[in-house]
């Protein structure tokens, strides 16, 4: 049965944390959120809002909340890798979930929440071209995949507390609403969309509504632990990715990106668009979730058709 304590939410005011927030006090559960700028955070008024400073939860919202599902990081595609951006990457991640951790551990066991949902991303794959990657792949290279390491080791020592940990190991979350969606559709409105590189590398994605359900679904069953990937069961390359855009938005996909020219604008993250990934979300497919958006086409359509 689910825990009926309120779930607290860091990063409650980004593109996930707003609609899980907004998904949960539809099912009627209390929910407590953390924000650096309360004032900002434009959050429904039934949640119970404490102001942070990124990194050390206050043990009063932590404790007497059912679940934390920790969200709150330095976005990742804002920018060039500099040594500054990549501390605060880093830090606002593993440190508050260090920090987070070891909150749990001071607070009695009944004030204490029974389950962590930490964020993670399929980053932690590294680039692999077409091996298929379950919840069992190792860990590949690179920034990316260091910080997700650290990070998901940071969340599963609350296990050692009592407290059921989960990785949501996610892909990009495909939402007209924010994250790389908009980002990456812009190019084709104006005709200039094209495959990046040789379009061979594999692509992984998840609908918000997925991400948002499996969340939910990692939070109330108790068979969920450690690491799950959440990505739609059936990943695409990029070849196939930029098809389906110019297709639902009716503009031409003729003028592939040369690798070199991503190299150039993006720096070092364009390793993480030309990067390859085939991920497959197998613990949830063996727990039983049923993925509302399985095909790519039907994401896309509906968020931009
Ligand atoms: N969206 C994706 O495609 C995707 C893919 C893979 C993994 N993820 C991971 O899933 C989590 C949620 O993703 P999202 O897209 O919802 O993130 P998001 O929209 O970028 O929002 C993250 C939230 O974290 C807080 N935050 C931002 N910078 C911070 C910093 N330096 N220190 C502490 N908190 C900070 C902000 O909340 P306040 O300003 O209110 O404090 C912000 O609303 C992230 O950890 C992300 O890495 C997302």
New binding site residues.
């Given amino acids: 049965m689910a825990d009926p304590r309120p779930i607290l939410v860091?990063?409650?005011?980004?593109?996930?944390?707003?609609r899980l927030v907004a998904t949960l006090l539809g099912d009627g559960r209390a929910v407590r959120?953390?924000?650096?700028?309360?004032a900002?955070?434009r959050l429904d008024t039934r949640v119970e809002l404490h102001p942070?400073n990124?990194?050390d939860a206050p043990a009063s919202a932590v404790a007497g909340s059912g679940a934390v599902v920790?969200?709150?990081?330095?976005?990742?595609f804002g920018g060039l890798l500099s040594a500054a951006r990549r501390r605060?990457?880093r830090?606002?991640?593993i440190d508050?979930t260090h920090a987070l951790v070891a909150t749990l551990g001071g607070l009695a066991p009944a004030e204490r929440p029974s389950t962590l949902l930490c964020?993670?991303?399929?980053?932690i794959y590294g680039s692999r071209g077409d091996l298929l990657l379950d919840e069992s792949a190792e860990p590949g290279a690179g920034f990316l995949a260091e910080v997700c390491v650290d990070w998901e080791a940071a969340a599963l020592r609350a296990t050692a507390l009592g407290v059921r940990s989960v990785c949501?190991?996610?892909?990009?979350?495909l939402?007209r609403e924010?994250?790389?969606l908009p980002a990456m559709a812009l190019p084709f409105r104006f005709g200039l969309g094209g495959r990046l590189g040789d379009g061979r590398q594999w692509f992984p994605w998840i609908h918000i509504d997925d991400?948002v359900a499996l969340a939910r679904a990692a939070l109330d069953n108790a068979a969920y632990t450690g690491p799950l990937n959440?990505v739609a069961p059936k990943p695409v390359t990029n070849a196939a990715l930029t098809r389906a855009l110019g297709s639902i938005l009716h503009r031409p996909t003729l003028l592939p990106v040369p690798a070199c020219a991503v190299r150039v604008a993006l720096g070092d993250l364009a390793e993480e668009l030309l990067g390859s990934r085939r991920v497959m979300p197998r613990r949830a497919l063996e727990a039983g979730f049923a993925f509302r958006y399985s095909d790519l086409e039907d994401a896309l359509r509906a968020e931009l058709g």
């Fill in positions: 860091t990063g409650a005011t980004g593109l996930v944390g707003r959120a953390l924000s650096r700028d309360p900002s955070a942070w990124g990194r920790h969200l709150a990081g330095e976005p990742v605060r990457i830090e606002s991640r508050s964020a993670s991303a399929v980053g949501l190991r996610t892909g990009i979350v939402s924010g994250g790389a991400e959440a």
